[in-house]
């Protein structure tokens, strides 16, 4: 298993690195940097949809092992990703009705490397992730998913709605997780199904939530309102691999 996160530093190892089609999860770059080498490093991190952040020099020389960024450090994913295609393959190579994670604003590695965890053993063929305002295949993520990562195929993808719209057409379902929707146990959960979680703090985005075909609410008796992410999660991917088992 390999837990290392890539840190690349330097402009000619990023520049490289994104010219030899390596995927980098987020570029950290010098504000006010505006070199002619900086600029084209930037271009080519918008061309490959990489999340762009700009901190301060101090920032930089923190996040350096060398000493030597030049005013850009790029963070490489430890493992490597699949394609929604590679999930798709997994659920046929079992001969299995799909069972897709598809998570929407989940930021914390440690939440995704528990669901990635739980999709594992709940029987999910794999977890789907959108590029922007997400958390990418880090170490700590793969730590959290205690060897998960290993068996558990992970797509990262432009547009969480239009994947949607393209696995309606090769006919999966999907709920989404939302304490306004119908029970669980109400929902019929069986066959092709996409399973589709927000953060604890701002849900599933609402053009997500548009193309879901239904919402589903987990009861709660207590005195707060909602589940961590990876619990929401788990309490449903079990209730769908319930349902899925009854078969």
């Given at each position: 298993m390999r837990y290392e996160e890539f840190t690349i530093e330097g402009r000619n190892a990023v520049r490289e690195a994104f010219r030899s089609g390596k995927v980098i999860d987020k570029l950290y770059v010098q504000d006010g940097?505006?070199?002619?080498?900086?600029?084209?490093?930037?271009?080519?991190?918008k061309k490959h949809d990489t999340i762009i952040r700009y901190v301060t020099r101090e920032r930089l020389d923190q996040m350096s092992g060398t000493g030597k960024h030049q005013g850009v450090i790029a963070m490489a994913a430890a493992y490597e990703y699949a394609t929604v295609q590679d999930i798709l393959q997994a659920a046929k190579a079992k001969q299995e009705p799909p069972f897709v994670i598809l998570l929407d604003n989940i930021e914390d590695p440690h939440n995704l490397g528990a669901i990635i965890r739980t999709a594992n053993l709940a029987g999910a063929h794999g977890v789907i992730i959108p590029k922007n305002r997400a958390v990418g295949l880090t170490a700590g993520v793969a730590r959290a998913s205690a060897g998960a990562l290993n068996y558990t195929?992970?797509?990262?993808?432009?547009n969480l709605a239009k994947t949607i719209e393209e696995l309606k057409k090769q006919g999966l379902w999907f709920v989404c997780a939302d304490m306004g929707g119908t029970s669980m146990y109400e929902l019929d959960m069986k066959g092709p199904i996409g399973l589709v979680i927000g953060s604890e703090g701002e849900g599933v985005g609402r053009l997500?939530?548009?193309?879901?075909?239904?919402?589903?609410?987990?009861?709660?008796?207590?005195?707060?309102?909602?589940l961590n992410a990876s619990?929401?999660?788990g309490v449903l991917a079990y209730e769908i691999l319930r349902q899925r088992s009854s078969l």
């Open positions: 940097c505006q070199d002619g080498p900086v600029v084209a490093i930037k271009k080519e991190a195929p992970v797509a990262k993808v432009t997500v939530k548009e193309k879901c075909d239904m919402v589903a609410a987990i009861p709660m008796k207590g005195n707060i309102d909602s619990v929401a999660a």
